[in-house]
């Protein structure tokens, strides 16, 4: 079991109204279950002079780590909402929890008193800050808070090892009680960047919502926002951009930007484009002036096939009616003038089941789907592609799992995306492709999409078959 403790004091007279704003009684012991935490809600000082509130998180590291294994079942909706923890933002989940009524900042029946000021002190017994004692007093000063930090040696008889990350943390300030636990619940998961959870679009409201006053203005405001949305860089953008006031209103990218952790984790470096200039050249190497775009998904590569009039036939296919919506909204289908509409055909189908009208074409392209399939429909899926439909040239790209590692927000073994099957590491890829080749007689190629790293290889591996 580990244990983290933050207790919150005043000296506000009768000082024991904080267990009335808190909607806890001091006289009592509460516990809360909060994800798989127990937190014990008690009073260690109730007097009319001093309130002392204490919340004792006990956390069960095998049940976070059960918790979090679940994420790899694959339902999206799962995977949004069963998140894990890192300690610090448990305790910030627990502090919102378990005062989710004190921290609205309204009460009924004495809005005087949820509207004082009234003199608080908070102390966190040890919170880890990957920024050390510099990033709290970062964090907390410029809100009006009187900052100190003691910092323990990691091990006092190696002192060349230095701090460790636990510090412990006194802040007072005289202030609304909302305020400080609004302030405390964005703040203390900011600290411990190295903590993966994820988050989704309701995390960007939520972020809003509770920050949406002093985070404005606050120095660090992107730091925060960084480090609370974990390094999201979509999201931030757009939380940035809703704080700034700037109209934000295309639902439809808000859903992209929410939807896909992948894109928010490849981002960065504009995978996603590099992947889709490659495909479009390496069609132009091979010739290719037909081609069919198999899990076409929103059309991002229809829509450079057709701006590019050396392609003269162009489908795409995708099994999901949802995505190919999606790409006639992204081509503007419907005002299309009627010789670009000829040039190109949108339609509903499966790549695990031979299809006639994936015949005659020079080339298809199969970008980053293969890993949407169930291992034991891939040889469908080659005999539909390769044995039946036999393009000229096929083009084929995945993640490449080696390179996972490089992105730091993935944890050890999992999968960019919460609906991928699997991801190859090279070998694997090429392995696979070396038997559809020698089975359908098509000659491959390899080759490396994105930035490369060293050792790892690139992001995204890309087949090319020829016959
Ligand atoms: N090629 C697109 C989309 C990749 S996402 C791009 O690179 O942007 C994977 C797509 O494959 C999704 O749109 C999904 O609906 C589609 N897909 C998954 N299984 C499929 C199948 N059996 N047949 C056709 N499409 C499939």
């Not at 990033?135 to 808070?145: D, K």
Request: proline share 4%; net charge negative; aromatic share 8%.
């Amino acid at each position: 079991m580990g244990y983290m403790i933050l207790t919150i004091s005043t000296t506000y007279r009768p000082a024991t109204d904080l267990g009335y704003l808190l909607r806890k009684n001091p006289d009592r012991h509460q516990t809360f279950d909060v994800f798989g935490a127990t937190a014990h809600v008690f009073y260690p000082v109730a007097t009319d002079e001093r309130c002392t509130v204490a919340l004792l998180l006990e956390v069960d590291p095998i049940d976070l780590v059960r918790r979090r294994g679940q994420r790899h079942a694959g339902i999206v909706n799962q995977y949004v909402n069963d998140r894990p923890y890192g300690a610090n933002s448990l305790l910030s989940v627990a502090l919102g929890k378990v005062f989710s009524s004190a921290r609205t900042g309204k009460s009924l029946d004495r809005p005087e008193l949820a509207a004082s000021i009234m003199p608080l002190e908070v102390t966190i017994a040890a919170l880890p800050s990957d920024g050390g004692a510099e990033l709290i007093c970062q964090l907390f000063e410029p809100l009006g808070y009187i900052v100190e930090v003691t910092s323990e040696l990691l091990d006092s008889a190696f002192p060349q090892w230095g701090e460790s990350r636990y510090h412990r943390v006194d802040l007072s300030i005289t202030a609304q009680l909302s305020d400080v636990l609004t302030h405390l619940t964005v703040l203390i998961p900011s600290l411990d960047g190295s903590k993966h959870y994820w988050v989704g679009d309701d995390e960007v409201d939520k972020l809003l919502h509770r920050g949406g006053d002093w985070l404005s203005t606050h120095p660090l405001k992107d730091l925060i926002m960084r480090r609370y949305l974990m390094d999201q860089r979509a999201l931030t953008r757009e939380a940035l951009r809703r704080l700034s006031g700037e109209d934000y209103s295309d639902p439809d990218e808000r859903t992209r930007q929410g939807d896909s952790a992948e894109a928010s984790l490849e981002r960065p470096m504009s995978l996603n484009e590099q992947r889709m200039q490659a495909i479009v050249k390496t069609l132009h190497e091979v010739g290719a002036k037909t081609v069919a775009d198999l899990g076409c998904g929103e059309g991002k590569l229809l829509e450079l096939l057709i701006a590019d009039s050396h392609f003269t036939k162009i489908i795409g296919m995708d099994v999901s009616l949802h995505a190919l919506e999606r790409s006639k909204k992204r081509l503007y289908y419907e005002s299309m003038a009627q010789r670009q509409q000829e040039r190109i055909q949108l339609i509903h189908g499966s790549l695990t089941y031979r299809d006639k009208r994936l015949s005659g074409w020079d080339a298809a392209t199969v970008i980053e789907v293969i890993e949407h399939l169930d291992p034991d429909r891939l040889i469908a899926f080659c005999d539909s592609i390769f044995g039946h439909a036999q393009p000229s040239c096929v083009i084929i790209t995945t993640p490449n799992a080696d390179y996972n590692e490089v992105f730091t927000s993935l944890n050890k073994g999992e999968l960019r995306h919460p609906d991928h099957r699997f991801e190859w590491s090279r070998h694997e890829f090429a392995e696979w492709a070396q038997q559809i080749s020698s089975h359908y007689k098509y000659r491959v190629q390899f080759r490396p999409v994105g930035d490369e790293h060293l050792e790892l290889g690139s992001p995204t591996q890309m087949a090319v078959f020829s016959r």
